[in-house]
């Protein structure tokens, strides 16, 4: 291996980007037969969570651009999925809402999700399930509060 690169077979970085690649692969899998992307079910997911949100805290929470979202949620408002007001009553949002459609959808969606979960820990005990857990949520957290004083 090369001094100034990285070891790619022990590198915690490269083993959670591919984790995330087949984690995605996996839901694509199973959301595609229902006509969704993992996008469509993260948007769908995140509205049933929190009624309201505009298109950029859906962006957000889906880690998507705005603009990405903006397609989607015109695509899933035209084939009645979610519902917005036509103007925005402060600034320029438009807060979107399930609608009984979409709320159907994402209960088929939720299920297949939960099945690729269930795959994905399988082979663990509930107690390093926790274990794993604990240090994603550190990981996340280091490197969230290193970007705030860079």
């Given at each position: ?143 969230r509060d290193g970007?705030?004083?860079?």
């Open positions: 291996m090369n001094q100034d690169g990285v070891d790619l077979e022990r590198s915690l970085g490269y083993l959670l980007k591919e984790a995330s690649s087949v984690l995605r692969a996996a839901m694509e899998e199973v959301l595609r037969p229902l006509g969704m992307s993992v996008t469509h079910y993260s948007c769908l997911e995140l509205l049933a969570q929190r009624p309201g949100l505009s298109n950029s805290e859906l962006a957000r929470g889906a880690f998507v651009t705005r603009q990405s979202m903006n397609v989607l949620l015109q695509a899933l408002e035209r084939d009645g999925y979610v519902t917005r007001p036509a103007e925005a009553s402060v600034g320029k949002v438009l807060p979107a809402r399930l609608t009984p459609r979409g709320r159907r959808s994402l209960e088929k969606a939720t299920v297949a999700v939960r099945s690729v979960e269930v795959r994905m820990l399988a082979g663990m005990t509930e107690t390093e399930q926790s274990g794993a857990f604990r240090i994603l949520q550190s990981m996340v957290h280091s490197l970007n705030d004083g860079a």
